[in-house]
């Protein structure tokens, strides 16, 4: 008998991962200023874990397909990225804030990947709606940016050290790994029969592959928003409590769209939901080029639910329908490091852009949105409506 339902103990685990991932995005590149970071400094920083993630993101998805033991997994990678975050808070000087950025890559990210396929592999035995346990994480994530913001604004408690973020980040990877500890392992999944396609890119749709690379793209116009946008505010003069609340809203939105995620996706198809966000990035990074006022912030910032959203509802959809069977973690995680590409460019091109043109390097995103847009025009004439065995759909 668990010691929790498995959809509690599952969600808890997602609401630790994603509160320290709600922590870090918006504040952690101001923490890099107070280090002394230049925004080129800034820009490789970020771009460090983006690019280890191109070797470890396939093997959380080897792990998630292959593996009998996600429970201690988990709970290895949230301990490993409690331990690497702590010698960061330490790290005395540039050099070893890089290493340790590297080094908490190697777990933190690809922990998502293992977590997706044994929330999946739980729910195909009917014991929890992926979607409903998902929605914690996002809620976490709103919780990180509003918790953050509200503690290093002095909202409560006064005035903190700038190295809470970092500890906050610790604290949620601590949670996740004790969340994890409650869970129950499940079998590994049957291996290929010889004679199937092998693994990589061996055996996949065309569609699948040009989908993939417009996600890729749609979520790469993001780059310069991680990076700078709390920097930019925040010397605009905006409290660290509005930052946060600025980043909430496009996770608010994000959390209504998932909760409707599967009659959207079933409405919409994965190569439309992929058009939706690549267009609307040209609609809101188009607009933050011309840095507008915070009224218009307001508004601009729930569009994540659609450049961010529909764009990952589309990726779990075209996933679920096209990829082979009992392959659906490992091409799930193809599809993030396709992703973890296009962000890692785009980060690194990022801060150049930004110290030459400020603002106007949002216009650098919205080109990659439209480039995401035109792969799922492409993704959409190729379409194969004959159904894969396998299916799971968008959950």
């Given at each position: 008998m668990p010691l929790i339902a498995p959809r509690h103990a599952i969600a808890s685990v997602y609401a630790g991962l994603f509160f320290g991932i709600g922590v870090f995005m918006p504040f952690f590149p101001i923490w890099l200023e107070g280090r002394g970071f230049d925004a080129a400094m800034i820009a490789l920083a970020l771009a460090v874990p983006q690019t280890v993630r191109l070797l470890t993101m396939p093997l959380g998805g080897v792990l998630a397909d292959r593996s009998g033991r996600p429970r201690a997994t988990l709970i290895g990678y949230a301990l490993a990225t409690a331990l690497c975050?702590?010698?960061?808070?330490?790290?005395?000087?540039?050099?070893?804030?890089?290493?340790?950025?590297?080094?908490?890559?190697?777990?933190?990210?690809?922990?998502?990947?293992?977590?997706?396929?044994?929330?999946?592999?739980?729910?195909?035995?009917?014991?929890?709606?992926?979607?409903?346990?998902?929605?914690?994480?996002?809620?976490?994530?709103?919780?990180?940016?509003?918790?953050?913001?509200?503690?290093?604004?002095?909202?409560?408690?006064?005035?903190?050290?700038?190295?809470?973020?970092?500890?906050?980040?610790?604290?949620?990877?601590?949670?996740?790994?004790?969340?994890?500890?409650?869970?129950?392992?499940?079998?590994?999944?049957?291996?290929?029969?010889?004679?199937?396609?092998?693994?990589?890119?061996?055996?996949?749709?065309?569609?699948?592959?040009?989908?993939?690379?417009?996600?890729?793209?749609?979520?790469?116009?993001?780059?310069?928003?991680?990076?700078?946008?709390?920097?930019?505010?925040h010397a605009r003069g905006l409290s660290d409590t509005v930052i946060g609340l600025l980043w909430s809203l496009g996770v608010i939105a994000e959390v209504v769209l998932f909760h409707f995620g599967t009659r959207v996706t079933r409405r919409l198809g994965a190569e439309r939901l992929l058009l939706l966000g690549g267009t609307t990035g040209v609609l809101r990074f188009g607009a933050m080029a011309f840095d507008p006022p915070t009224a218009l912030l307001l508004l601009l910032q729930p569009l994540h639910a659609v450049t961010f959203g529909c764009t990952y509802l589309g990726t779990v959809e075209l996933v679920a329908r096209h990829a082979p069977p009992a392959r659906g973690a490992s091409v799930q995680a193809m599809a993030a490091w396709a992703t973890a590409i296009a962000m890692a460019a785009a980060t690194l091109a990022s801060g150049p852009l930004w110290q030459a043109f400020g603002t106007r390097a949002f216009l650098a995103s919205a080109a990659f949105g439209a480039l995401g847009a035109l792969l799922a025009l492409v993704a959409g004439r190729m379409r194969d409506d004959r159904p894969v065995a396998g299916r799971t759909g968008a959950g």
């Open positions: 975050f702590a010698g960061i808070a330490i790290a005395p000087n540039a050099t070893f804030i890089l290493i340790g950025l590297g080094l908490t890559a190697i777990f933190w990210q690809p922990s998502l990947p293992v977590l997706d396929a044994y929330a999946v592999a739980r729910r195909r035995e009917g014991i929890l709606d992926y979607g409903r346990v998902r929605l914690w994480g996002s809620m976490a994530f709103i919780g990180g940016n509003l918790v953050a913001g509200a503690l290093l604004g002095g909202v409560v408690f006064g005035q903190v050290p700038r190295d809470a973020v970092i500890w906050l980040i610790v604290g949620a990877s601590v949670a996740a790994a004790l969340a994890a500890a409650t869970l129950e392992e499940v079998k590994a999944p049957p291996r290929q029969e010889k004679g199937r396609p092998g693994g990589g890119l061996a055996g996949l749709a065309p569609v699948l592959l040009v989908g993939m690379a417009a996600a890729a793209l749609a979520q790469g116009a993001h780059a310069v928003l991680y990076a700078f946008a709390s920097i930019h505010w």
